[in-house]
């Protein structure tokens, strides 16, 4: 099983403020995606990264492959309240299989 | 109805109880599949389909018995279930296509179980 650690596990800021949320394994993706879940909710997909070293942006948030294709981060500018949800990220490797990682859970205080 | 739905969204049963828990995607997807999300453990695969034929049983327990009578409907059975059991139950579709492709997997919204 490969393991995806995500930091922090949770995190608590103020509206406004900037964040990064890191995720981080020992195994090589062939790619990874960023999910966000909401409470009473399942995950929605917010981004899938193909190549090492790869930057997409969505609005506020910027997401980051690693170039060894090992690491991700998430960095979510001017946080808003309806940024709050848990972040999980999910690594595919040869197979179809995700594994998810461990999820960092925020809450943007308005 | 559309996306993925599941029911019921909550179940509360005791450990000699048999349950279903159901799952029906409107996507039109070819793969399906049951994870198990814990307090303080990542998402867990539990079982996928792929075609409505069963391609992974990540070591679940037989007190699980999947059963996915077309494409569009997945059903995770339930009996003699143990406290440690309790957790949301998730559903998933996606439409896969070549192996190593990266395919967006759609996610119901859950059956939080309660075992007693």
């Known amino acids: 099983t490969q393991l995806l650690e995500q930091s922090p596990q949770f995190l608590s800021i103020q509206e406004g403020e900037n964040l990064t949320v890191y995720c981080n394994s020992s195994s090589v993706f062939s790619s990874l995606q960023w999910y966000r879940q909401e409470p009473g909710e399942g995950p929605v997909l917010l981004v899938t990264?193909?190549?090492?070293?790869e930057v997409k942006k969505l609005k506020r948030l910027t997401f980051q492959f690693g170039d060894a294709r090992k690491d991700s981060s998430l960095h979510i500018t001017a946080a808003q309240p309806g940024d709050t949800g848990l972040y999980l990220c999910?690594?595919?490797?040869?197979?179809?299989?995700?594994?998810f990682g461990t999820g960092t859970r925020l809450t943007v205080i308005p | 109805e559309t996306g993925v739905t599941q029911t019921p969204r909550h179940l509360v049963m005791g450990m000699t109880n048999k349950k279903s828990l159901k799952c029906e995607q409107h996507?039109?997807?070819?793969?399906m599949y049951w994870y198990k999300q814990s307090a303080k453990k990542p998402l867990e695969l539990m079982f996928v389909?792929?075609?409505?034929?069963?391609?992974e049983n990540n070591s679940v327990p037989s007190r699980f018995s999947p059963e996915c009578p077309n494409s569009s409907h997945l059903f995770l059975h339930l009996h003699t279930l143990q406290p440690e059991d309790s957790a949301l139950y998730l559903c998933?579709?996606?439409?896969?296509?070549?192996?190593?492709?990266?395919?967006?997997?759609?996610f119901g919204p859950g059956t939080r179980l309660l075992v007693l």
């Open positions: 999910a690594g595919k490797t040869g197979a179809n299989n995700l594994f």
């Open positions: 990264v193909v190549t090492g070293g």
């Open positions: 389909y792929n075609f409505k034929e069963q391609t």
């Open positions: 996507l039109g997807h070819n793969a």
């Open positions: 998933a579709s996606s439409q896969e296509g070549v192996r190593g492709g990266v395919e967006t997997q759609y």
